[in-house]
């Protein structure tokens, strides 16, 4: 008689989110709490930790011992020490998850400097490289284990003054090809989300600029309108859970990749 299928995989698992205070990480922090695991999260300011940990409580009570918050400033030089910092504290872990982003970098052509490129590329390329490295020391072996890493749409479909950022966003899928082999057999996979309504829209745009560009964008979704962060969510628990899916893209877009 075959053994029964486990379908609570996540369940006392360790999932750890680099950028879990907001946006889709905070989503990801509360689905995985919602899936039964022990969730840590990182951020790059010690006052967002207690409030981080205060929100997740108040949406389920009684987790207080399965959260626990590290600084990692991963914008500095010395961000690869941050790293090592935060993973020889947090110790080992089942799920590695990195959806940390800053503004978005949208500039012409004739702005570029090399100054903005590497400052673009910080959060979005160079620290997710890094957490690879770190983080393939301390993930529990075996493809049961993950790192997701995040994406985007935009390099699929190439718009005015985005320039830099697709070209991070496409190197963050190849990235993710390659990890999959050096990594193996844990596995590594990324999500490339469309539009989201996350604060990192409110940083880069005035609230009447956000709403208009939204509504444009949600007219020319199959869905209708723009997605949730805990929609997008449900890609990285899946991501966690399918222990047979490696070195792919999981598009949560709306349908906008297909229209």
Not at 12 to 17: A, M
Not at 27 to 55: C, E, G, H, M, N
Not at 165 to 181: E, F, H, P, Q, W
Not at 219 to 246: C, F, Q, W
């Amino acid at each position: 008689m075959s053994t029964p299928y486990n379908y609570d995989k996540l369940r006392d698992k360790h999932v750890l989110v680099f950028g879990g205070t907001s946006g889709l990480g905070y989503a990801v922090a509360k689905a995985a709490l919602a899936a039964s695991a022990r969730v840590s999260f990182s951020t790059s300011s010690s006052d967002r930790i207690q409030k981080t940990i205060q929100r997740l409580v108040a949406e389920f009570p009684g987790t207080e011992s399965k959260i626990q918050g590290y600084v990692c400033d991963l914008s500095k030089e010395t961000a690869e020490q941050e790293i090592e910092s935060l993973f020889s504290k947090a110790g080992r872990v089942d799920h590695i998850v990195y959806s940390a982003a800053d503004h978005l970098p949208l500039m012409p052509l004739q702005e570029i400097t090399r100054e903005k490129l590497v400052a673009a590329g910080q959060l979005r390329f160079f620290a997710p490289l890094l957490v690879a490295k770190v983080g393939a020391r301390y993930l529990t072996a075996g493809p049961e284990s993950s790192l997701t890493l995040t994406s985007g749409t935009i390099h699929e479909r190439p718009t005015e003054n985005w320039t830099v950022l697709a070209g991070y966003m496409g190197g963050v899928v190849s990235m993710t090809r390659n990890l999959a082999v050096e990594m193996k057999p844990a596995r590594v996979n990324v999500v490339s989300p469309g539009l989201v309504d996350t604060e990192m829209w409110d940083a880069s745009f005035s609230q009447e600029e956000k709403q208009g560009f939204f509504n444009l964008l949600a007219g020319k979704h199959l869905t209708g309108r723009v997605a949730r962060p805990e929609e997008v969510a449900e890609a990285y628990i899946y991501l966690m859970k399918d222990s047979n899916v490696t070195g792919r893209v999981i598009s949560s877009d709306s349908g906008s990749g297909i229209v």
